[in-house]
């Protein structure tokens, strides 16, 4: 299969942090990108966001794909995505520009030397990787980071981060149950457990 690549957007409230992500995306890997899946949901979704994702339909016509998640909560709009992956590779990003798109072509561009990996961006490995981040929530993150790669055997700094770039056969291959935010601690750790290659990335928060 051609090197391609679907990406998932959950959208609740966003708008033009929508519309900013893509557009920074299409500058550099627009040729690269398939579809973007924005995941909506029909109960939670603002009228704001549809409002954009109409606007954005006209601008990148076949590229911008609605999937109504129909599983509730992060987890379960994840879930919903992965099934309407079509191409050689899927990402895992946010709609809110916590994950930063710009350095969105540095995961591709890793990706497309080593095809069969999985590449995770660590915040934790760059001085700037936090930035205007809670101090207390900084610390617990660390804690739980040291303590899930010992618990886990593995020498990944950051297992949360939902900014990830798969291949699609691995990712439809295992069974995600999780419907709230741990999903991106599980759709990591179930990985490492089976023995999949992961590499991680610099990137900041």
Request: net charge positive; glycine share 2%.
């Amino acid at each position: 299969m051609k090197y391609s690549i679907d990406i998932f957007l959950p959208v609740l409230d966003e708008t033009f942090s929508l519309e900013k992500t893509i557009f920074l995306i299409e500058k550099k890997s627009s040729k690269f990108v398939n579809k973007y899946l924005i995941t909506v949901s029909k109960k939670k979704t603002s009228l704001k966001s549809f409002e954009t994702i109409k606007i954005l339909k006209k601008k990148y016509k076949d590229k911008i794909k609605v999937v109504f998640q129909k599983k509730p909560f992060l987890g379960g709009a994840l879930i919903t995505a992965i099934k309407h992956v079509r191409s050689s590779h899927f990402v895992i990003m946010a709609s809110d520009l916590e994950t930063n798109p710009n350095f969105f072509h540095k995961l591709r561009a890793s990706s497309q030397k080593n095809k069969e990996k999985i590449f995770v961006a660590t915040r934790w490995k760059d001085k700037n990787g936090f930035q205007d981040y809670n101090f207390i929530k900084l610390c617990l993150n660390k804690i739980f980071q040291l303590l899930f790669s010992i618990l886990f055997r593995t020498k990944l700094s950051d297992l949360t981060f939902g900014y990830r770039i798969y291949p699609s056969n691995l990712i439809k291959k295992i069974k995600l149950v999780e419907l709230k935010h741990p999903i991106l601690f599980e759709s990591i750790i179930i990985p490492i457990k089976l023995g999949y290659r992961v590499d991680e990335l610099n990137c900041n928060w």
